[in-house]
Every structure is written in structure tokens, then in C-alpha cells.
């Protein structure tokens, strides 16, 4: 069945950088593209931006442009999102989703803590 | 960016009873050319990631309940939950993906009366 699986909690300094992996398993790769979703604690959701694992494609929310950068190894089959000059309204769990209409499979979620 | 408005913030419902939340967009989600409103509903249970229930407005996703059904078009959407069940508490969103960047409503939790 179709899998995302993220990499763990982290805890970053202001000003620091971060880089979330996700890795897909379960299906075709490059039939879907990959989105990053964050939510702050008791929050809603935020789109980022997504990426086309096979071409490398990227669109980013005007919000993020400059601070993200999303990458992908597709001989892995797993994105990365990195978020640099974190601050602490940055404090929130990122996920990757399947997808960049809408998301039909979600990873598990990283925690990332700016303090 | 189209804003998704959602209302009420929070409802408590008895089992077995209906349950009805509803999504607003600043703009018409609806593609003349699909012929299809670009409205999507997820469930959110506490601790867990979102899980996608309905997309184009009314078609449930994979192994979704048929308890859970979407309507609406333009820019005034409808998630019903009939007969709510106690494993449906949780937080609902709507989703407009007419345009990028996807954007969200602010949920609408629901628990049990």
C-alpha cells in the first residue's frame, strides 16, 4: 500500500536550518508530485509548495519563496524539504502528502521545534 | 489565494444523529471545463495526519464510510456525516484546489454530546 514515511523530531536554534526526508514506497513515483503541508500546534493547515520527484519541478507558496527548498533522490524514492532562518512561529509538524491537488496519502509527521 | 471559510468552529452531536459542516470560498471553485468543483474534505483524528474523505466536492476516497457524503458547488460546500459514529471524532477541513496554492479552511471539530 502506498507509503510516506518521515524522518524524526528535531529541535533547531533561531536562525538554523532544517531538512525533513520522506520516503514513498507503494506506488508508481512519477505519477504523482510531492506536497509539504505544515501545521502549528492547535492549528490549521499551510501548503508550502510541491515538487515532481522524477523532473525536480518545484512551486513554492509566495510565503516560503527564498526560505524552502524542496529536493528529491529518486533512486531512493524520498523528498527533502529544508526551511532555513527559522524562527519560532516555524514550531510546527511537516508533512508530506501525496499530491498537489489534493492528498490522498499522508506521511506521519515531523516536529519541528525552533527554541 | 482563494480563502476557505468554515462554520461552526466546533459542534457536538449524539450518536447515531447528523452531523453537517459547512465551507465557504471567497471565489467559485468549480472548472467549466471538468465540469467539476475543485473541494476537497479531510478528517483529522487528534495525534494522526489528515485523511482525505471527499474529493470534487462529493466523491469519497478510497475505504471512506458512506455515512460521509459532500455537496454543494460554486463556493458553498456541505460535509454530512449521517449516523455519527464515536471514531468520527475529529477535525474536518475543506480544501479548495481551483487554484495554487491549495489553501484550507480552519477545521470544524466535532465530538460526541
Known amino acids: 500500500q502506498v507509503q510516506l514515511v518521515q524522518s524524526g523530531a528535531e529541535v533547531r536554534k533561531p536562525g538554523a536550518s532544517v531538512r525533513v526526508s520522506c520516503k514513498a514506497s507503494g506506488y508508481t513515483l512519477n505519477t504523482y508530485d510531492i506536497s509539504w503541508i505544515r501545521q502549528a500546534t492547535g492549528q490549521g493547515l499551510e501548503w508550502m509548495g510541491w515538487m515532481n520527484l522524477i523532473s525536480g519541478d518545484t512551486d513554492y507558496a509566495l510565503k516560503f519563496q527564498g526560505r524552502v527548498t524542496m529536493t528529491r533522490d529518486p533512486s531512493i524514492r524520498t523528498a527533502y524539504m529544508e526551511l532555513s532562518s527559522l524562527g519560532s512561529e516555524d514550531t510546527a509538524v511537516y508533512f508530506c502528502?501525496?499530491?498537489?491537488?489534493?492528498?490522498?496519502?499522508w506521511g506521519q509527521g515531523t516536529l519541528v521545534t525552533v527554541s | 489565494d482563494i480563502m476557505m471559510t468554515q462554520s461552526p468552529d466546533s459542534l457536538a452531536v449524539s450518536l447515531g444523529e447528523r452531523a453537517t459542516i459547512n465551507c465557504r470560498s471567497s471565489l467559485a471553485v468549480f472548472h467549466t471545463s471538468s465540469s467539476r468543483d475543485y473541494l476537497t474534505w479531510y478528517q483529522q483524528k487528534a495525534g494522526h495526519p489528515p485523511r482525505l474523505l471527499i474529493y470534487?466536492?462529493?466523491t469519497r476516497g478510497s475505504g471512506v464510510p458512506d455515512r460521509f457524503s459532500g455537496s454543494g458547488s460554486g463556493t458553498d460546500f456541505t460535509l454530512t456525516i449521517t449516523s455519527l459514529q464515536a471514531e468520527d471524532v475529529a477535525v474536518y477541513y475543506c480544501q479548495q484546489n481551483f487554484t495554487a496554492p491549495p489553501t484550507f479552511g480552519g477545521g470544524t471539530k466535532v465530538e460526541i454530546k
Open positions: 502528502a501525496r499530491g498537489f491537488g489534493w492528498f490522498d496519502s
Open positions: 470534487w466536492a462529493s
